[in-house]
Nanobody
Framework: QVQLVESGGGLVQAGGSLRLSCAAS????????MGWYRQAPGKQRQLVTT???????NYADSVKGRFTISRDNAKNTVYLQMNSLKPEDTAVYYC????????WGQGTQVTVSS
């Protein structure tokens, strides 16, 4: 069973930065797609960004230019660098990985104060 463990969440003021990490228990080469979702209170889960095994990335319009997804294959880790954070970025952020199955991490809370 693959495990995804997120870390790096916390409380930050608007305009600040955070870097989330997602450590996988298996080689991330085995996943053709990894990404991050988020869910704010009372809202549906939203796709934030994805990265393919080849390194191609995609972002939600709301985070383009502010968030960057990257991967370190040697560490089996995917990162989400979040800059210029806004209160509306407040949510639980979930790491995901897709191979034959779709895996979810347990989530990490990001709170942006105004």
């Amino acid at each position: 069973q693959v495990q995804l463990v997120e870390s790096g969440g916390g409380l930050v003021q608007a305009g600040g930065s955070l870097r989330l990490s997602c450590a996988a228990s298996a080689s991330i080469f085995s996943f053709n797609l990894m990404g991050w979702y988020r869910q704010a209170p009372g809202k549906q889960r939203q796709l934030v960004t994805t990265i393919t095994s080849g390194g191609s990335t995609n972002y939600a319009d709301s985070v383009k230019g502010r968030f960057t997804i990257s991967r370190d294959n040697a560490k089996n880790t995917v990162y989400l660098q979040m800059n210029s954070l806004k209160p509306e970025d407040t949510a639980v952020y979930y790491c995901t990985a897709r191979s034959s199955y779709f895996y979810w991490g347990q989530g990490t809370q990001v709170t942006v104060s105004s």
